[in-house]
């Protein structure tokens, strides 16, 4: 196991009376990818300004490289890397210029710069845009550049705030491509997403928080697993039977029962699953494995009830 | 970083940087225009406007309307450059171009980003006032003002001094005003008003003392009666000394308070 590069404890920030990230813990080791998950308000945005030194948390301690952030300040800068999900290339300068002018906001200065912005933009496939303006890149390009820029100076960790948002899928892939290549070069990644196949592929942990706190953390499968369960069974929307299963099912404890465009969806264990196949033999439905987006409406399902 | 001793940090003067870079890259467009604005007030008001009015007496000297409007246009340039880029051009960057957020995302801190757009308002007002120094000295070649050339390159260093409150003072209002259309109240508001009751285009006596004590404060006033009097008499009297002090009443608060306005704005804290 690596030492983690980047270490959270006990992180809390409050607006007024509202706790918006409550004690949460988190890390990220070198070469790796951690996925931090949770439906809109879970506190994922706050969390990441307060990594990024944005806002200072209100209680707790980050680490970057084993040193408190809040103590060497400008050393943890230098050491991260910041794709934000808004576009704030800077549109006054060319493709190779947005990389040098953004190198020009670090110390130690970058060794080779020239050296460095021709890597960048050569694996980034940006090399034939160099000397235009970012206008005319298309989404997933300036997606591409504002990577590279995040990476300029050589960072140890990187975060990735919905990286694909907005991208088309071949565009998605090729974006999923570079981060994987950044992980092998050893960079600590965290990524935000709402794809539940990009957390689920590109991730290597995820921590699902929920009102701030951390729900669940450990490998996909296993955060899925222990969240949800073994199964999810889906009933169609023309199934006679399906009031009633549900019914059945809430009566043996499921709090997930979710219905989505009319079908019910609801995680199931082994032995449910084996009830009521026995209860509901006629009945059709289906069964699959859980994935994020069955965590995820769980999680939405259970902040709707909480508020 | 303290918010005052950011001046001195290197990532202050890298937003600077970044700024004058993009300056350089448009330098006709940002050259041209604001050397056409001196001009048409020296025609309108110094030729047009003064051809209508009797010579002044300016401390003791007497002398022409235009000689009196020239170092007036040095007041009117060294406050309306900084203090509208500082409005307009910084709003644009934070808010349509999100270049501060891209900024703040490397080791650059907010103390910083004010400081750069505050310097880099203050240098624009120098290249601008340098620009109607070029103007000015024109017309005193063709006669048309009477003026002490060899003091006309400090006016400059003058108008960046005086910049830097302008420019931090507007910075207030680029973290406040929801939308750019709101740009409206300190342009028509405080802008307009200022600039000309600052003894820039006519004298000002007000009766009251008060008045006259507030005129004190106002370093657009100062800057125009310390670039008067140098270019006129050779002498800016006791208004280099108010230029200064004025200077440091507006610029302290006035970068405090916008470091502290931008934080909430800009990240949310």
């Known amino acids: ?307 | 970083m303290g918010s005052l001793t950011a001046v001195a940090n290197w990532r202050s003067w890298a937003v600077f940087r970044r700024n004058a870079l993009v300056y350089l890259r448009n330098w006709r467009t940002a050259v041209i225009p604001p050397a056409m604005e001196p001009v048409i007030f020296f025609l309108a008001f110094g030729i047009g406007f003064g051809g209508f009015i009797e010579d002044l007496d300016y401390r003791g000297t007497m002398i022409n309307y235009a000689t009196y409007v020239a170092p007036g246009l040095i007041a009117y340039t060294g406050f309306g450059t900084p203090y509208y880029e500082a409005l307009y051009s910084a709003y644009v960057r934070m808010f349509y171009q999100k270049t501060w957020d891209g900024i703040l995302a490397t080791q650059v801190e907010l103390p910083s980003v004010v400081w750069g757009e505050i310097l880099w308002g203050a240098v624009r007002g120098m290249v601008n006032i340098s620009i109607v120094a070029v103007v000015i000295t024109v017309f005193d070649l063709l006669g048309v003002v009477d003026v002490k050339l060899e003091f006309l390159v400090f006016m400059p260093m003058l108008g960046f001094v005086a910049g830097c409150a302008f420019a931090s003072f507007a910075l207030i209002f680029t973290a406040t005003v929801p939308a750019i259309d709101h740009m409206n109240y300190p342009v028509f508001l405080i802008g307009w008003p200022v600039s000309l009751v600052s003894n820039t285009f006519f004298p000002v006596e007000p009766q009251s003392a008060a008045l006259r004590a507030l005129m004190q404060l106002n370093p657009v006033y100062q800057l125009a009666e310390c670039a008067r009097g140098l270019l006129v008499l050779g002498n800016p009297g006791s208004h280099l000394l108010g230029l200064l002090g004025s200077t440091a009443l507006f610029l302290v608060p006035c970068t405090l308070l916008s470091v502290r306005l931008t934080r909430r704005r800009v990240l949310g804290d």
């Open chain 1, 1 to 307: 196991m690596t030492t983690a590069i980047l270490e959270a404890r006990d992180l809390t920030k409050s607006y007024g009376d509202r706790v918006v990230v409550d004690h949460l813990d988190l890390s990220c080791r070198r070469g790796t990818v951690l996925g931090l998950l949770g439906p809109n308000g879970a506190g994922k945005t706050t969390t990441l300004r307060m990594l990024y030194g944005f806002v200072p948390p209100d209680e707790g301690t980050i680490y970057y490289g084993g040193k408190r952030f809040s103590e060497n300040r400008a050393e943890a800068k230098r050491m991260i890397g910041v794709s934000t999900q808004d576009d704030s290339l800077d549109y006054d300068f060319t493709v190779a210029q947005n990389l040098l002018i953004y190198a020009s906001y670090f110390r130690p200065r970058v060794e080779n710069l020239e050296g460095r912005v021709a890597e960048l933009l050569e694996r980034f496939d940006l090399t034939p845009y160099a000397n235009e303006s970012p206008h005319v890149l298309s989404g997933g390009y300036v997606r591409r550049l504002l990577i590279a820029r995040s990476i300029v100076h050589r960072p140890s960790v990187l975060f990735l705030d919905e990286p694909t948002t907005g991208l088309d899928p071949s565009a998605r892939l090729d974006v999923w491509e570079l981060i994987d290549g950044m992980r092998a070069d050893g960079l600590g990644i965290v990524l935000t997403t709402h794809y539940m196949d990009e957390a689920e592929r590109l991730s290597d942990e995820l921590l699902v928080i929920h009102e701030g706190r951390n729900v669940v953390h450990g490998e996909p499968h296993r955060v899925i697993d222990s969240v949800l369960g073994d199964h999810v069974i889906i009933v169609p929307r023309a199934e006679p039977a399906r009031e009633d299963i549900a019914a059945w099912l809430r009566d043996r404890g499921a709090e997930q029962v979710a219905t989505v465009l009319g079908e019910l969806r609801v995680p199931v264990s082994k032995e449910d699953l084996a009830a009521l196949t026995a209860r509901f033999g006629e009945a059709t439905w289906q069964v699959r494995p859980p994935n994020l987006d069955d965590l995820f409406i769980a999680l939405a399902r259970r902040n709707g009830r909480s508020r």
